[in-house]
């Protein structure tokens, strides 16, 4: 039997977290923690959101970095206010935890917040515009769950801060138009800077806010201008980079990106990705928020991107990602006019989110399971990342004892040499994407080098061609063999690497090995 002044204190207690939660709920986010029954539903949506979050923190603790990553840490340790392929944002957020080491975990940590922040500022968005607290549970769990969203917040990737801007700024626009207080057209301004600032896709949110606020009425002609004016204040740094670069980003994104392939099939193919990529009942109520009861601001920001898109698949290969935004805005839709607090259409969302996280925490026994039903990823699939980390040390020790460089032609496969070994980043070959890399390392200082690449070389006549005119003489390298997924990969399941000596480089070599950029 419990004493009476342990009674006593238990019931001090309660009233204190009492005190707490009705406090919680007069604040600007205190939707999460409502002290009524109500709030069941939205008290474990949040729950949801921190467990995802936590679930990714893990991941990104014990996955190896990809290429992207690892180009973008590149990014990191030479900061700049913007880059050929992305605008800078990627960059400085790796940066801003540089100070927690070499890990894959201080690479994406900051990633893994903008995740914890979208959800909250969609949510709270979803609240503000539908005026119901459940609609903001809908909208934090669509953010949370979908798979490829759930994907995007746990890597180092451009798309993290660039929804996390996307989603402060609709949250802002509503309190903007809602309150008409400057403070929240100077962060809505803010938020539309580090949109761009994130993403090229940046100017289709700057566009749907400015044609909401024309359309609506109800803007004050200052808070207009205030938006207008930070916007182009914090963005400055980045056009003053491309003024001084060719307007690099632009070029690159706008024409550079993808090769003309018309094909009349692919806005179909795209259409039916999305239902694996956003889960079948998300990407699903997403689309049927294109229309109207939805609210203007979230159609003006959700549906010409994603109109664009369509049409432009029949040009050139649309990537799915580049529906994040629109989706973001759509799905924030879509909660406001769901009225049952249910977790139905969230439940396949999870079980293939939660395929994702078996993937990345048993990889060998994913890579077995889809070898015993006949299935064999070209290359490795995605799998083959956790070949670099002893690829790279391996090879740094290859070339100590031969006193020789690195040389390969992906931009993404050199910096994860550089990542896991601290091997110089030498890239070559014509991609346009990596030409950045190339003012990384401008000659070869080594008597002789090695070539390593993931295709044999007898299949690439281009590069053996270069190879000849740059070095005195071409040798065939050693097989580098590794297992796909580490500890509890099945037998056979590996990932080969081929190598190439250049003996003797010839002056100039680097640039007869770097052409076509």
């Known amino acids: 039997m419990l004493s009476a002044a342990v009674k006593k204190r238990i019931r001090a207690g309660r009233a204190a977290a009492s005190s707490i939660t009705s406090r919680l709920s007069h604040t600007r986010l205190g939707f999460l923690w409502p002290p009524d029954a109500e709030g069941r539903f939205l008290r474990s949506a949040f729950l949801v959101v921190l467990g995802t979050t936590m679930a990714r923190a893990a991941a990104a603790a014990v996955v190896p970095l990809s290429g992207d990553e690892a180009y973008y840490w590149e990014w990191s340790r030479r900061l700049a206010a913007g880059y050929v392929d992305h605008p800078p944002a990627v960059a400085w957020l790796i940066a801003l935890f540089s100070w927690a080491g070499r890990s894959p975990f201080a690479v994406r940590i900051g990633f893994v917040l903008c995740g914890l922040g979208s959800a909250i500022f969609a949510g709270a968005a979803a609240k503000a515009l539908s005026g119901r607290r459940d609609a903001g549970a809908h909208a934090m769990l669509a953010v949370s769950l979908a798979p490829l969203l759930f994907v995007s917040f746990g890597m180092a990737q451009p798309d993290a801060p660039y929804l996390l801007a996307w989603s402060c700024a609709l949250y802002c626009a509503a309190g903007a138009v809602r309150q008409r207080g400057l403070w929240w057209y100077a962060g809505l301004g803010v938020a539309l800077a580090t949109g761009l600032l994130s993403r090229f896709f940046g100017w ?21 201008l205030a938006c207008c004016t930070v916007t182009a204040l914090v963005a400055l740094p980045f056009f003053i980079w491309n003024a001084t670069h060719a307007w690099a980003t632009f070029v690159f994104s706008l024409a550079g990106r993808h090769a003309t392939v018309w094909r009349p099939d692919r806005p179909l193919l795209l259409f039916l990705l999305g239902f694996a990529a956003f889960s079948p009942a998300l990407w699903w109520a997403a689309l049927r928020a294109l229309r109207p009861p939805a609210h203007p601001l979230l159609r003006w920001t959700g549906a010409p991107l994603s109109v664009l898109l369509f049409v432009l698949a029949v040009h050139e290969r649309v990537e799915i990602d580049w529906f994040v935004g629109p989706f973001l805005s759509l799905a924030i839709a879509a909660a406001c006019l769901t009225s049952q607090p249910s977790y139905g259409r969230y439940l396949v969302a999870g079980v293939m989110s939660g395929l994702i996280a078996l993937a990345v925490f048993a990889p060998g026994a994913v890579v077995g399971g889809l070898r015993a039903v006949g299935l064999h990823l070209r290359n490795g699939g995605p799998f083959e990342l956790y070949t670099y980390p002893a690829l790279a040390r391996d090879l740094y020790a290859l070339a100590a004892r031969n006193h020789a460089a690195i040389m390969t032609d992906g931009y993404g496969f050199s910096s994860l040499l550089d990542f896991y070994a601290g091997i110089a980043p030498i890239v070559i070959g014509y991609d346009a994407q990596g030409s950045q890399s190339h003012g990384w390392v401008t000659r070869l200082a080594a008597p002789q080098a090695l070539f390593v690449d993931k295709e044999p070389l007898a299949t690439r006549p281009d590069f053996a061609h270069r190879l000849r005119l740059a070095c005195g003489e071409v040798v065939a390298g050693p097989l580098l063999v590794y297992p796909l997924s580490g ?27 770097r052409w076509q950029t």
Do not use: D, E, F, Q
Request: hydrophobic share 50%.
């Open 204 to 224: 289709a949110l700057i566009a749907g806010i400015i044609a909401w606020l024309a359309s609506s009425g109800y803007a004050r002609r200052g808070g207009i």
């Open 487 to 513: 500890a509890g990969a099945p037998p056979g399941a590996v990932r080969r690497y081929y190598t190439t000596w250049c003996r003797n480089p010839k002056a100039g070599a680097l640039a007869v090995l």
